[in-house]
């Protein structure tokens, strides 16, 4: 079945029960009774439903990675790691490290490649001031490790796609 025909259907289907329980109705050329602010309600819905199905990724194969992050042996608590694609035509992938711990996802994972890997490591400097804004944090990992990060992984790799990076300033 196409997407074009499940698209119709569905909003056939939503024309006929609106039509049938319509307090207000306006005739219209194709003499159906119908509401147009509701109808286009009813063709906005079923676009937009159709729209997000569950189709595959047409692109390369991505992989899930993951792994630890220390410096000098204790765990980053709070942070961000990216693999940025060495390639001119790679795409970049990221996620969130706690408790010296990061992983992502196959659907959100780097393709196959040279990665420069780029780290953040936060660490909270004093008192919550403002509930929306949370506590002042610092930036804990030199920049050797983000910026300027010489760090890189290869992908896929022998280590079932684990990375452990221990950082030493």
């Known amino acids: 079945m196409s997407i074009h025909t499940s698209a119709r259907g569905a909003l056939s289907r939503a024309l006929l029960i609106y039509t049938m329980f319509?307090?207000?109705?306006?005739?219209v050329p194709m003499n159906r009774f119908v509401n147009l602010s509701v109808l286009s309600l009813f063709?906005?819905?079923?676009?937009?439903?159709v729209g997000c199905g569950?189709?595959?990724?047409?692109?390369?194969?991505?992989?899930?990675?993951?792994?630890?992050?220390?410096?000098?042996?204790?765990?980053?608590?709070?942070g961000n790691i990216t693999f940025r694609s060495s390639?001119?035509?790679g795409r970049s992938s990221s996620g969130a490290i706690e408790?010296?711990?990061?992983?992502?996802e196959e659907k959100q994972g780097p393709i196959a490649g040279q990665y420069k890997v780029e780290i953040l490591g936060y660490e909270e400097i004093g008192e919550v001031k403002d509930e929306d804004m949370g506590a002042a944090t610092r930036q804990i990992v030199p920049v050797q490790f983000n910026e300027s990060s010489s760090l890189t992984a290869t992908l896929?790799?022998?280590s079932g796609n684990e990375f452990d990076f221990d950082l030493k300033p």
């Open 22 to 27: 319509s307090p207000r109705a306006v005739r």
């Open 156 to 158: 896929p790799s022998d």
């Open 87 to 89: 390639e001119e035509k």
């Open 99 to 104: 408790n010296g711990k990061y992983s992502i």
């Open 43 to 49: 063709c906005c819905a079923a676009v937009t439903l």
């Open 54 to 78: 569950s189709a595959e990724y047409p692109g390369p194969q991505r992989y899930p990675v993951s792994g630890t992050v220390t410096i000098n042996g204790k765990p980053i608590e709070e």
